[in-house]
């Protein structure tokens, strides 16, 4: 990873894909995501990602570890929340509270909505450029001006992260204990503080950067040459494909399987 | 006599708010294939003065006040019709470079602007190539803009520059984070361009590279110029900020009767100076 940017190049299968057919495939995981809450259907989901994005882009749970960290207590609460607040016979009783089953299912179903599409787009970042996704959406009918804005938030982002991390040293240097404490709310405070001069600096590099735009030809009306241009190969009609069939397998197990734990499956 | 590429006339410009103005009465004219070096102490009114040979000034900067004539190979600069249109002979290079860098890649970073003008694809790849040459970043092509270090950072925004094949370069502190073999081989690539006919106005602190590689000196100070002309007359004049030491060595030596040559603008020529007075027999030196 580099700084704010998960891109990394590479010269894997979904590196050289078209980003219009992965964006097209992330919105039919999204849509299969969050049009079902079955757990069957999104443990399966959850495990074709994981298993295109090994195979297709060569991404093991390894490098995404430290996320399952941080969103593996999410769906814990989740899934406690749904327990306690969803009705339905009860799954097990903690202390005199009862734990609802369905809850408990809607819970999980929740968390792994947020695994598939959080992995997915994780997938999309690593593998996509900035650019290629200014490009996508200039084939897609937007107007390139528009479009390179996408990219250009990529940019932004870093010199956003280096101002603060300046700005926050610059307060370390003379004193301020907040910037380097543990404590919550203190650290809170030294990034309240931070957030002024933040905001003024980025003013100043905005005018700056638009300068910087104008003098290398952003506004001119003319036709402009693109150096790099994908043109949408088999392949990415195949990732397209691929993922369109996977999602009518789903939407079959959805409509024909009985749903898992409850009563008569 | 050639005609200029650049000429200067009455030109002054106050900030909002200022008590003096940052540019005075300034007038010079650089010809093509020149490398005019600008000198001066900090506040001397050299950014300023790039801008407005860029059109930022008026154009984008709205807190100052410019009057005066600037040409640009005979047309003057208010007849273009707007920044992108003066970028087409005029490219400037700003101080800060973090914020010249607008795109993620810096392949894309050198080709962007190319691209904007519509230049046809292998003419972009042959540019490409020869700023990857001149400007030694063929391995950075493939990094990210934001992880470079500052001196990767300056080479790559001259290049991105010169990418743009402008007649006229403006660079402003183009070597400040540079080391040594850096800034000597970003004068070297200079020199090619202003031999290949580009005129080339560089803003410099280090005053022993602009002694060696420009071709004349312009020096500033307080918004006005001081004395503009070869680097020898500038230099050993009274208008200059500072000098190179080894120019200031040599003329001690010369007060004390210890220096009968040339007095040198960079240490090869004191060390070739040296070696042929200690030559001479009729030298002091080899009586002693």
């Not at chain 1, 809607?106 to 947020?114: A, Q, T, V």
């Not at chain 1, 790099?228 to 024909?256: E, N």
């Not at chain 1, 749903?259 to 499956?265: D, I």
Request: glycine content about 8%.
């Amino acid at each position: 990873m580099s700084g704010t940017l998960l891109y990394q190049p590479g010269h894997t299968f979904l590196h050289r894909a078209d980003a219009r057919a992965k964006i097209a495939a992330i919105i039919v995981v999204l849509v299969l995501a969050l049009t079902t809450t079955r757990i069957d259907v999104l443990v399966a989901l959850t495990a074709v990602v994981v298993l295109g994005l090994a195979v297709l882009a060569r991404i093991t749970p390894v490098s995404y570890a430290r996320a399952l960290l941080l969103i593996v207590p999410l769906i814990l609460l989740l899934t406690l929340l749904q327990a306690l607040v969803q009705g339905g016979p009860a799954l097990a009783t903690v202390g005199g509270v009862s734990l609802s089953q369905e809850g408990v299912l809607l819970g999980l179903g929740i968390g792994m909505r947020l695994f598939a599409m959080g992995i997915c787009f994780y997938g999309f970042s690593l593998t996509t450029s900035p650019s290629d996704i200014a490009l996508a959406l200039h084939k897609a009918g937007l107007p390139y001006k528009f479009a390179y804005l996408t990219s250009f938030a990529f940019r932004f982002l870093p010199l956003l992260q280096d101002e603060a991390r300046t700005l926050l040293t610059a307060m370390a240097v003379r004193g301020s204990a907040e910037t380097s404490s543990r404590h919550p709310i203190r650290r809170g405070r030294a990034i309240v503080r931070m957030l002024f001069p933040m905001l003024a600096g980025s003013m100043k590099r905005s005018s700056e950067i638009a300068l910087s735009m104008e003098l290398r030809g952003y506004s001119l009306p003319g036709p402009r040459t693109f150096y790099r241009t994908h043109s949408f190969r088999t392949g990415d009609a195949f990732l397209v494909v691929g993922v369109l069939l996977l999602a009518a397998a789903l939407l079959v197990m959805q409509w024909q399987l009985p749903a898992p734990f409850t009563e008569g499956a | 006599m050639t005609a200029p590429a650049i000429a200067v006339s009455g030109l002054s410009v106050r900030y909002d708010g200022a008590d003096r103005r940052a540019l005075d009465e300034v007038a010079f004219e650089a010809v093509p294939g020149e490398i005019l070096g600008i000198l001066g102490p900090t506040g001397a009114g050299k950014s300023t003065l790039m801008q407005c040979l860029s059109g930022v000034i008026p154009r984008h900067e709205e807190d100052a006040a410019m009057r005066g004539d600037i040409e640009v190979f005979g047309r003057p600069l208010p007849d273009f019709a707007g920044l992108s249109e003066i970028t087409e002979s005029v490219g400037l290079v700003m101080q800060d470079p973090e914020v010249q860098l607008v795109n993620t890649m810096v392949r894309e970073e050198l080709v962007w602007g190319m691209e904007n003008r519509g230049i046809p694809v292998p003419e972009i790849e042959r540019r490409l190539r020869r700023a990857c040459d001149l400007f030694d970043i063929g391995g950075l092509l493939d990094r990210f803009t934001h992880a470079l270090s500052g001196g990767e950072k300056q080479r790559v925004v001259v290049a991105s520059v010169f990418c743009l094949s402008p007649r006229i370069m403006l660079l402003d502190e183009p070597t400040s984070e540079l080391d040594p073999a850096g800034t000597e081989g970003v004068m070297d690539a200079i020199r090619v361009l202003a031999d290949e006919g580009v005129t080339v106005l560089v803003v410099e602190h280090k005053i022993e590279e602009l002694a060696v590689h420009a071709d004349r000196l312009l020096a500033m100070r307080r918004g006005r110029v001081e004395a503009i002309g070869t680097p020898r007359d500038v230099l050993m004049g009274s208008a200059a900020p500072d000098r190179p030491q080894v120019l200031d060595i040599a003329l001690r030596l010369r007060e004390r009767g210890h220096w009968d040559g040339e007095v040198p603008l960079s240490v090869p020529a004191a060390a070739a100076t040296w070696q042929s007075m200690t030559n001479d027999p009729r030298s002091d030196r080899n009586r002693s």
